[in-house]
């Protein structure tokens, strides 16, 4: 994976200072969608040949996928928001811990190789901050496929003479799960059925690829996908989808500081949810075909939100939303019903001035205009440093956010887009460890 393309991040130990107060204005634009580009990356191992990804956002998680397929064999270069993938055979269908480790969605390269080479050796992801994110619907569905899997020092083993298509239902609506599936299902034999898919936009993208590619595909973004298996599949190009949560994001930032701000290259049905959301607070929300601008607005009201699959509220706006209900006039119940313990940007805005009781599910916040004070505060997942920096810039004072690493894995720069509609904000380089 060549230096000159790689991910702009500076160091782990770098951090975001924001000075709070300025109301931000202008335009912004939403890059492609990591959680869209990861599948779509890991597509490239059914099929030799030349790839181009287009839109593709300069993140951790891209350069993590990309070092994987080079272990595997396969060429990534990066141009500016291009990707160029030469794919071709591997010899060992295996992914090891360093880099599993690094991105659980690694786990999506199961699928394909073992459709492919009738094997693969995965590490396990193990859990991570906001759950325990188990796989075991990835393992049965695969399982009924004909796969034997087994867990041996912690690596998922399986092996397929052929796969063959099965009816699968999935338990809960699992996103990682419904790709691997898709994947695995599009060079198995005989026709496979997910019922209670996942529906969201980043499955219909794939799917869009894949029967680019000469897959055979129907019904994806509804709960019932239909694959029919096929010998062969072909490289292709491709355009990734704008990403929903980095939109959803800026028009947060914009929101919570009183501003005017349009947010461009993106698609607003994605973002229904929370601009209903955020026109029921009272603020006033324009939308066109490509754009959604939120209007200046002195205060907001509170209210509820409970996160769910597609087209639900989405657990990956979550934290940020709760950002802006600290600030709003009146109380709100925010229940996470997706992961089990992604309430952890609770004890840092609560540091920033916040109130809010945290129970297992739920949060109750106490809003109050004006409410957040500047503060250090840590990072600890990537949705949760983008809702601490959307606090900085509606609080009072200076908010210094370290482990800004985990921001970096999702958000392309998003202190020089905020910048540029006015925040003061700035990186700061980690400053040399003495010896
Ligand atoms: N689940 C299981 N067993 C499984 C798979 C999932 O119990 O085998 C459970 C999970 O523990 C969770 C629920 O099902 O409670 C949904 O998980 P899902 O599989 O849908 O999540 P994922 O595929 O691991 C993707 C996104 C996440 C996003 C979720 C939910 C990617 C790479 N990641 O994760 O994105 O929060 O769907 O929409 O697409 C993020 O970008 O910050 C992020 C975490």
Not at 99 to 122: D, E, H, T
Not at 152 to 179: Q, S
Not at 334 to 356: D, K, P
Not at 413 to 423: N, V
Request: hydrophobic share 40%; with cysteine.
């Amino acid at each position: 994976y060549p230096a000159p393309g790689r991910c702009t991040i500076m160091s782990d130990l770098d951090t975001v200072v924001i000075k709070g107060g300025a109301t931000l204005s202008g335009q912004v634009a939403t890059g492609g969608a990591k959680n869209a580009a990861l599948p779509l990356l890991f597509a490239t191992l059914l099929a030799d040949g030349r790839y181009r990804f287009r839109n593709v956002p300069d993140l951790r998680d891209i350069d993590s996928t990309a070092l994987l397929l080079e272990h595997l064999g396969i060429a990534v270069e990066r141009d500016g928001e291009t990707l160029t993938v030469h794919a071709a055979e591997c010899e060992h269908p295996e992914a090891p811990y360093d880099i599993v480790r690094k991105m659980r969605a690694s786990i999506l390269c199961l699928g394909p190789l073992l459709a492919r080479y009738g094997r693969a050796r995965v590490s396990l992801p193990g859990g991570c901050a906001i759950g325990s994110r188990p796989i075991n619907l990835h393992i049965e569905a695969l399982e009924q496929m004909g796969a034997e899997i087994d867990i041996e020092n912690g690596y998922v083993v399986a092996r397929a003479g052929h796969l063959h298509g099965a009816r699968l239902v999935f338990e809960n609506a699992t996103v990682g799960g419904t790709e691997n599936v898709m994947l695995a299902a599009t060079l198995a034999r005989g026709t496979t059925v997910i019922e209670n898919a996942a529906k969201e936009p980043e499955i219909i993208d794939l799917a869009d690829c894949l029967v680019k590619m000469g897959a055979r595909i129907d019904g994806a973004g509804s709960s019932v996908i239909t694959i029919e298996g096929v010998d062969q599949l072909r490289s292709c190009d491709h355009h990734v989808i704008p990403d929903r949560i980095e939109a959803g994001t800026l028009l947060i930032a914009g929101a919570i500081t009183g501003g005017d701000v349009r947010v461009n290259h993106c698609i607003p049905g994605h973002i229904d949810a929370l601009t209903q959301r955020m026109v029921e607070c009272g603020f006033r929300i324009d939308t066109g075909s490509d754009w959604v601008r939120v209007l200046p607005c002195d205060g907001w009201r509170s209210h509820d939100i409970s996160t769910a699959p597609y087209p639900g509220f989405p657990t990956d706006l979550q934290a940020q939303y709760m950002a802006l209900m600290t600030l709003a006039d009146g109380t709100s119940v925010i229940t996470e019903r997706i992961f089990e313990n992604r309430f952890m940007h609770v004890q840092e805005l609560v540091r920033m001035g916040a109130n809010i009781t945290p129970k297992t599910q739920v949060a109750i916040v106490r809003g109050q205009p004006g409410v957040l004070n500047g503060a250090q505060v840590m990072a600890t997942d990537l949705r949760a440093s983008a809702s601490l920096v959307l606090a900085g810039l509606a609080a009072r004072g200076e908010t210094t956010v370290s482990r800004i690493y985990h921001l970096d894995r999702g958000y392309e720069r998003l202190e020089a887009k905020l910048e540029r509609l006015g925040a003061h904000i700035e990186r700061r380089p980690s400053e040399p460890q003495a010896a």
